[in-house]
């Protein structure tokens, strides 16, 4: 019979398109497997509010019946209007190890993007920045962070294969938390707060933080919208993600910083790595799976750094260091000895230089490909 491809129709084919890499990937010690429902949300037309300015398609290969690849085709108006390109993206792609099935679920997302009359098509992407990217080329002996995807060595390999090149890279750290905050931490942070009359949000609970997210965001919008990529994220998103998010913070795993008159300057926000929890959940949330992610979140030696995020006026100022000595004190007290960062552009020296004051490896890196159509 071979080898077939399908765009898919149905809600059903949408369940298969979501399970594929948990069949693809079993028994493999390093994978993550993605929340079932959280994806149904992300890739249903009606349910993901990215899709008032994303276009997308999704494509299963089959041979002798079973699953063998997947791929979704996006187009981001949005981007494409601010930066006045014709881009389409790739994401979501997961294949077995058989260069005809790369083969067909490329030529798939090609045919639809040029008869949209785009130009280049980039990936692996999602619709936002908050969604899954790149193929993993270094690092595939380490479990990643709860919001990365991972893959197999012959990814890359028959990517490049078939005439995609590199655009970019992002990188990944495990940072190791040192035993005590360094007293040069704690003194410059208080230096600082001082010079530029700045104050730390009280958290004492959740609530605490969300009277601030709406600032949070606005500060994310501003201060993100020149990196690669980013998208300015909508009211509909914003309330997505704080719904999304708001049960998994922890606040003394997030530092707020404030001016005189208690606008938002700067954020840090790390929870509690989920993957190993994930893991056991095999992707379900129920019966059991949420247990699994509650008792990661009180019990964990290793946090996530999520997000970080200082205003343009404050930046190069040293507050930076008011935010990790702050949530570096927190760890010690609750016994979380590894910080894994989240996928940072391997340009954006800002962050990337934050580690080099301690004990860091870099772990992962990942890239994002291009090509001319």
């Known amino acids: 019979m071979g080898l077939i491809i399908k765009e898919i129709s149905t809600k059903k084919e949408l369940k298969e398109f979501i399970k594929f890499p948990d069949r693809l990937y079993s028994g493999n010690q390093f994978y993550v497997p993605a929340i079932h429902k959280k994806e149904l949300q992300t890739l249903s037309f009606d349910k993901n509010p990215a899709f008032e300015f994303c276009r997308a398609k999704y494509w299963l290969v089959y041979e002798d019946g079973e699953i063998v690849g997947r791929i979704a085709g996006i187009i981001n108006d949005k981007y494409n209007e601010k930066h006045n390109v014709k881009y389409a993206r790739f994401g979501w792609l997961d294949f077995a190890d058989d260069k005809k099935v790369l083969i067909l679920l490329f030529q798939a997302v090609r045919r639809w993007v040029l008869s949209q009359k785009m130009e280049?098509?980039?990936?692996?992407?999602?619709?936002?920045?908050?969604?899954?990217?790149?193929?993993?080329?270094?690092?595939?002996?380490?479990?990643?962070?709860?919001?990365?995807?991972?893959?197999?060595p012959y990814y890359p390999k028959l990517i490049e294969e078939l005439g995609y090149k590199k655009d970019i890279d992002w990188v990944e750290y495990n940072v190791k938390v040192p035993k005590t905050v360094p007293e040069k931490f704690l003194t410059g942070s208080e230096l600082v707060k001082q010079r530029y009359n700045l104050h730390s949000a009280i958290l004492k609970k959740k609530k605490d933080i969300l009277k601030y997210t709406d600032d949070i965001f606005r500060l994310l919008n501003a201060e993100y919208k020149n990196l690669y990529l980013f998208t300015e994220l909508s009211k509909k998103q914003i309330e997505a993600l704080k719904k999304q998010f708001a049960s998994i913070l922890m606040p003394e795993y997030v530092s707020i910083i404030l001016n005189t008159t208690n606008e938002v300057v700067a954020f840090g926000i790390t929870i509690p790595s989920l993957s190993k929890a994930q893991q056991k959940a095999k992707g379900r949330l129920f019966p059991f799976g949420f247990l699994q992610i509650k008792r990661a979140l009180q019990t964990n030696d290793t946090v996530d750094l999520l997000l970080i995020a200082v205003r343009k006026d404050y930046q190069n100022k040293g507050v930076n260091g008011i935010i990790f000595s702050e949530i570096i004190s927190e760890f010690i007290k609750n016994g979380i000895t590894n910080i894994e960062t989240t996928r940072n552009l391997e340009n954006n020296l800002n962050i990337n230089n934050l580690w080099h004051k301690f004990e860091y490896r870099q772990n992962k890196r990942s890239r994002c490909y291009i090509k001319q159509l």
Do not use: K
């Open 120 to 152: 280049y098509i980039h990936g692996p992407l999602g619709f936002s920045s908050f969604d899954s990217s790149g193929t993993l080329i270094e690092g595939f002996d380490e479990i990643p962070t709860s919001f990365a995807h991972y893959n197999f």
